[in-house]
T-cell receptor, first 108, second 114 residues
Framework: RKEVEQDPGPFNVPEGATVAFNCTYSNSASQSFFWYRQDCRKEPKLLMSVYSSGNEDGRFTAQLNRASQYISLLIRDSKLSDSATYLCVVNTGNQFYFGTGTSLTVIP | NAGVTQTPKFQVLKTGQSMTLQCAQD?????MSWYRQDPGMGLRLIHY???????DQGEVPNGYNVSRSTTEDFPLRLLSAAPSQTSVYFC?????????????FGPGTRLLVL
């Protein structure tokens, strides 16, 4: 079983739409959680960390449910520039595990 | 700061050849790691290091060696390249392996093994 599982998409949404991505992880001892963004043929970059209380950064909201081992990312008012692949990442101490990524295309 | 740098950007090898992928960071980060990214597989950890002189295996270490003689450098060696090692390789660093640590990635090395 994979450590981190994500729906690969693709998600094609119109500008201004709200879109949600989900992710599950298998190791209940996981310590920290992140969403990274990766543009085509580029390196991943941190979008936001995910805290148990939930956290928001502008149009982006991340949620963590430790009991269900579930992480989510909500993007409101989608922009063309949000088109990218979104990677769910889990840290279990010394190792980071990445999901395969969810592809988002925002359409004009 | 240059951040995390990787060389080369692209490389073509023949089966059985050896090579070293270079990675350097100028942020004084203790933790460094190497990943490979393949279609449909996501990023998978090859090796990591929590400080100079200390390395350990990740999820897919076979066929790769690493060393960490300085804080700044973390080279990845392919001893005898195989077509299955065709991939995009990313090096990353962070202050530590602890909670909520941001990993900074290099631009990647695209490797083709014929």
């Amino acid at each position: 079983r994979k450590e981190v599982e994500q729906d690969p998409g693709p998600f094609n949404v119109p500008e201004g739409a709200t879109v949600a991505f989900n992710c599950t992880y298998s190791n209940s001892a996981s310590q920290s959680f992140f969403w990274y963004r990766q543009d085509c043929r580029k390196e991943p970059k941190l979008l936001m960390s995910v805290y148990s209380s939930g956290n928001e950064d502008g149009r982006f909201t991340a949620q963590l449910n430790r009991a269900s081992q579930y992480i989510s990312l909500l993007i409101r008012d989608s922009k063309l520039s949000d088109s990218a692949t979104y990677l769910c990442v889990v840290n279990t101490g010394n190792q980071f595990y990445f999901g395969t990524g969810t592809s988002l295309t925002v359409i004009p | 700061n240059a951040g995390v740098t990787q060389t080369p950007k692209f490389q073509v090898l023949k089966t059985g050849q050896s090579m070293t992928l270079q990675c350097a960071q100028d942020m004084n980060h203790e933790y460094m790691s190497w990943y490979r990214q393949d279609p449909g597989m996501g990023l998978r950890l090859i090796h990591y290091s929590v400080g100079a002189g200390i390395t350990d295996q990740g999820e897919v270490p076979n066929g790769y060696n690493v060393s960490r003689s300085t804080t700044e450098d973390f080279p990845l060696r392919l001893l005898s390249a195989a077509p299955s090692q065709t991939s995009v390789y990313f090096c990353a660093s962070s202050y530590s392996n602890g909670n909520k640590e941001t990993q900074y990635f290099g631009p990647g090395t695209r490797l083709l093994v014929l």
